[in-house]
Structure formats: structure tokens, C-alpha cells
């Protein structure tokens, strides 16, 4: 078989794999279904939203040590295949494809109902347009945008995330004065919930992390990934959540109590709480502005591109089908897993429903997580002389926390989604030994898959650490900012 994986390039920097990460995880959770659990918990979403953090910081930092060691498209199902063995890889692998388009197609139907209600305000009624139509549409654009190379898409993403940002800064700063601060003092929880409904809701929450290794699943195309992937992760893990607690405190200033059922039904629940409170015009033009054409087409982007390298890893390997790992001969892309998440994208956008789409995406993560932190634990028994460059800090007792942890929020998830996760591992499973029976596998070298990885010259070293010193302090005041925002309403 021709040799594709000397024909990737190696051109995202920190910048992009940062960029690329956020894009992924902020957006459809953080917009949708996981900002509508404030219309159940109101201002104790800070909680929920801390705890998530708390239970996603180890599993990066772990990421980050195998990201390192290993850098090279697929992610997990490498960990995995070198780790545990390629039935584990084969699970893996199609569970984070899977997971990531689905946060794709929610990402689409979340831009669509943003864009029909941006459309609203500025007088254009295109209610009569079914939300889908412009999911598809727009999946379309997206896959052209990932055909065309890495580096058009790295670039467009960053602009995506930037404009995100800019735009939030902007709302942030004209709705200051527009706060109650009085709302964080009402509690919409009369009585504590279940149990069940508890972690029903965390399960959401936590779904607006998901993705933080979005990155590794490129490392074949980042530059000095020995340094920039365990960096991006580190950075990107705490960027989610100052913004995750940011816009939560935007909407609980915002919004009064008797209009949380609003919330909680919303399929725009930022949007819908904004038009529930009176605050129509410039306030939800602006919004719907940055979610939309920001926020949203950034988690698209990466929500393509991530699950096509794990399509394109495992027909190398021979776990499914050689066709699907060509490599365009002029942009230097995996283009036929390209079309593959673009079609498995189409199916999902078709059910309409975010909610049950997010619910498959967080239980097959969760699934992925497991399996990346057994071949953790595998990689330190069958490789321990494996050069690792960076090393998580007491990561094997992370892995079994992570593992035990997720489980046990698999137990309350939608129980229909844990049906379909069942059935995906089944079929998982059993394409996986059907496929295997037409190869013979055997491990390629680490040369040979990984390739020579180039050591920085002393001064593009210095200007990488430059950078993630600036990205590092920058994220250090966002998430101090975005804690102590909380203690206003306390003293106020």
C-alpha cells in the first residue's frame, strides 16, 4: 500500500491546534442543551461547570503525554492500537468519529436556529425554512473548506475563533450595564433534584468539554508537536471553561427566574432568553452574530477535519477499507474521509434533535476517554522506554479516576442514546473482524508511521515559548476573571 502518511504536512502551530480545540468543544454544548440546564439549576451552573472542568484536567494532561510521545493522525485509535490491540483501536476509533460529527451536525442545527432568529431581528422572516436544509448546506461548504488542505482550514479556523472572541468581548461589554445582579439570589430550585436528574444535567454540562483533544487527532500535521500539543491541551482546557462560565453568567444576569422554562426548552437558549427578557434588537443581533458565523462555524470546522484523520488512520491500518485513506494528490488531504463525515453528518442533521445528538456525542467521548486512558496504562507496561517529551503528572492513578468517573456517568445518561452507543459498539466490533480477516496486521515501526520529528532551532524555541507564555498568561486572567465574577453577587 502507498505510503500516505509521508504525504502529510506538518504546519499547524500552536495558534491553530489551539484554535482548532476550542473550536470544537465551544459552541453547540455550551449554546444549546448545555446552557439550557440554567433554566433547571439557575446560578448553581457555576458548580456543574467547575466540577466539569475538575474531572476533564487530568485526561489532558494525559492526552498530552501520549500526544507527545505519539504524534500522529488518529488520536486515541493509535494509543490504542499500540496500547491495548486494534480490536480496542477499532472502538475507539469509531466511537470518537462518531461523537465529533455528531457535535458537527449539532453545531449545524444550532447555527441554523441562531441564524433564523439573526434573521428576525433584522426583519427577514425565514421561519417557512426548514432548519436542516441550512445544516446541510452549510456541511457542504465545510467539506469543500477541508478538501482544499489543512493549512486553508487551520487559517480559516483561527479567524473563526477570533471573530468569536471579539464579538463575546463586544456583548460582554455592552451588557454589563443591563445585569441584575439581584437574579443570582433567586433560586429556581425549590427543591434539590434526583439524584438521577443530577448528573442527567452534569452529563450535559460536561458535554461542553468534550472535544479538548481535538488537536492530537492532527498531530501528523502539527509542527514541533512534541512541544505544541501538550501545551494546546493545557491552554485549551481552561480557556472552555472561562468562557463556559462567562456566558453562563451573562444569562443568569440577564434572565429572571420565571423565564427559566423558557430556557430549559430552548433549542437557542441564549438568544431565547434575551428575547424572553425584552432585551430585542442590538442585544440578540450581536449575539447571534458571534454564536453563528464564530462560535458555531468553528466547531464545524474541526468537527470535519478531526473524525476524517481517524477515518483516514484506520483504512491505513486495514480496519476498514484502503479506499478510504487516499490522499488528494494536489491538497494533500484525506479526502474521501472527507465525504464520509460529511454523509454521516447528513444522517444526523436529518433527526432534528440536539439533544438526543448530544447525548450519543458525550456517551461515545466518554467511551473513547476509557479506552485512551487504558492504553495510558498499556502504553506504560508494553512501551516503558517510549520517549516521552512531556509527562502528566501522576497519570496512572489519573486514568483510573477518569475511567471510574465517566462510567459512572455513563449509568445516568439518555437511555435511548446508550442504546444506540451499544449498538455502534456492536457493529464497531463486528466490522472490525470482518475487515480483519482480509489483513494480515503487524505494528509499522514508530519511524515509519511518525516519521523523524525535527527538533526547533534555539530561536524558533524561544519564539514558541514567547508565544505560549502570552497564551498562558492571557488564560490565566480569563479564568481568574470569570471565577471572581461570581463573588460580585455575593457581596453585592
Partial sequence: MENNK?????????????????????????????????????????????????????????YGEMASALPCAGGTYNYA???????????????????????????????????????????????????????????FIFLYLNVKGIEQSGKAQTIFVFFFWGCSICWFLYMIPKIHIEYFSE????????????????????????????CVSMGAETKYPQYTLPRALKISVFLVFALNALFQWFLVGLVPVEFYNVLALADAPYAEGLKAAGLIGFPV????IGIAFGGDLSTINPG??????????????????????????IHKTPHIAVYVVGIINVILIATGSIDYIASVSLISLAICYMIGCLSYLGLKRRMPSLHRPYQAPFGKTGCCVTICLYLFMI????????????????????????????????????????????????VEKEQMDKEYKIWKICTIIAVCIALLIYVIPIFA
Avoid at 446508550?418 to 473482524?433: E, K
Fill in 411 to 458: 449509568l445516568f445518561a439518555d437511555k435511548g442514546a446508550v442504546v444506540t452507543s451499544i449498538i455502534i459498539s456492536a457493529i464497531c466490533i463486528g466490522s472490525y473482524f470482518l475487515s480483519s480477516r482480509k489483513h494480515k496486521h503487524s505494528l509499522p515501526a514508530l519511524e515509519e508511521e511518525i516519521g523523524i520529528i525535527m527538533e526547533p532551532t534555539k
Fill in 187 to 214: 433560586s429556581v430550585m425549590q427543591s434539590l433534584p434526583s439524584f438521577k436528574k443530577i448528573m442527567y444535567i452534569f452529563g450535559l454540562v460536561w458535554w461542553c468539554y468534550t472535544g479538548f483533544e481535538t
Fill in 81 to 139: 492500537k499500540r496500547g491495548l490491540n486494534r480490536a480496542w483501536a477499532s472502538l475507539a476509533g469509531w466511537h470518537y468519529i462518531i461523537s465529533v460529527v455528531a457535535i458537527g451536525a449539532g453545531e449545524t442545527l444550532a447555527f441554523s436556529n441562531y441564524f433564523k432568529i439573526l434573521a428576525e431581528q433584522i426583519g427577514i422572516d425565514l421561519t417557512w425554512l426548514d432548519s436542516r436544509i441550512i445544516a446541510i448546506i452549510l456541511i
Fill in 304 to 329: 470535519i477535519a478531526a473524525p476524517a484523520r481517524y477515518i483516514y488512520t484506520m483504512a491505513e491500518d486495514g480496519a476498514i477499507p484502503s479506499a478510504f485513506g487516499k490522499i488528494h494528490k
Fill in 285 to 288: 443581533i450581536l449575539l447571534c
Fill in 6 to 62: 509521508a504525504k502529510m504536512v506538518r504546519v499547524l502551530g500552536l495558534k491553530e491546534s489551539i484554535s482548532m480545540t476550542i473550536g470544537t468543544v465551544v459552541g453547540v454544548g455550551l449554546f444549546t442543551c448545555g446552557s439550557a440546564q440554567i433554566g433547571y439549576v439557575g446560578s448553581w451552573i457555576i458548580l456543574f461547570t467547575l466540577i466539569a472542568l475538575l474531572i476533564s484536567i487530568w485526561p489532558c494532561l494525559i
